[in-house]
């Protein structure tokens, strides 16, 4: 189906490139602690920045499952549960320091990936679909443009693009498997996407843990930035299920060609 996009769909359609495309999270956790980012990351060990690779894997490869089963029976999901959630579990990560984000990573996550999916779950898609939590997982990688990610492509598109490959490995995989096919972290192609998707996810952790750790914020700072974080993914997530809804609807090339036309016009 291709079919031109009228001014509502266009209104929802830079609605949601402002939210795909906003301010770095870097900028906005700069902002929040009153301090670049570089001074935190001072203070985080090199041992850790290596950690949060395993850390950002694990809580990944775990998150799409227990998520979508703590929903199931829950018809619907408040945000600002999420947010509330979020907050208590980063004033513990941020009372501990370093050690309690060991703890506190995995939890934040799976409540991050709660938010997306019942982002979704409102856009119309079904969250039994493993094709719609795999789209769940790809909003972990998209972080917004910004100068502290240049090692990777961040615009919304370029990170779709990027993982494309990997998306339809995974997508033959669970349609061969089904839902059962998303909890097995070994299966190659599953384990190719969340390599992928955990490399950027990463990047934002590392943001993340710094902002946490600058000497005097401790708890406030890990209530605050996890409320920050929360919101970023939150955000994002409003904006990609508005996408893929407005592809279904129109045709993703229209979609994207109206997109970057959009943008263009910045």
Do not use: C
Request: hydrophobic share 50%; glycine share 12%; no cysteine.
């Amino acid at each position: 189906m291709n079919t031109p996009l009228d001014a509502a769909a266009l209104e929802e359609l830079a609605a949601a490139r402002a939210k795909l495309e906003a301010q770095s999270l870097a900028l906005r956790l700069s902002a929040l602690v009153g301090s670049p980012l570089e001074k935190g990351l001072r203070y985080l060990p090199a041992p850790w920045r290596n950690k949060l690779d395993g850390l950002a894997h694990d809580a990944l490869g775990r998150a799409m499952g227990i998520a979508a089963r703590s929903l199931v029976l829950q018809p619907r999901a408040s945000p600002r549960l999420h947010k509330v959630l979020g907050s208590v579990s980063g004033g513990a990560g941020g009372a501990f320091g370093l050690p309690g984000l060991a703890l506190e990573i995995p939890v934040s996550t799976v409540l991050i990936m709660r938010a997306i999916l019942a982002t979704a779950r409102e856009a119309g898609e079904d969250i039994d679909d493993p094709q719609v939590r795999l789209a769940a997982l790809e909003v972990f990688a998209l972080g917004g443009p910004g100068s502290a990610d240049d090692s990777v492509d961040t615009g919304y598109y370029a990170v779709r693009a990027a993982l494309a490959g990997a998306v339809s490995e995974a997508t033959r995989h669970v349609a061969s498997s089904g839902l059962a096919g998303l909890g097995e972290r070994g299966a190659p192609a599953i384990a190719r996407l969340i390599a992928l998707v955990a490399a950027r996810y990463k990047v934002q952790l590392t943001q993340k843990a710094a902002s946490m750790v600058v000497p005097g914020l401790g708890a406030a700072a890990g209530v605050a930035v996890n409320l920050m974080f929360m919101s970023h993914f939150q955000a994002v997530s409003e904006g990609h299920f508005a996408v893929r809804r407005l592809e279904r609807h129109h045709g993703a090339e229209v979609v994207r060609a109206a997109y970057q036309g959009l943008g263009a016009g910045t």
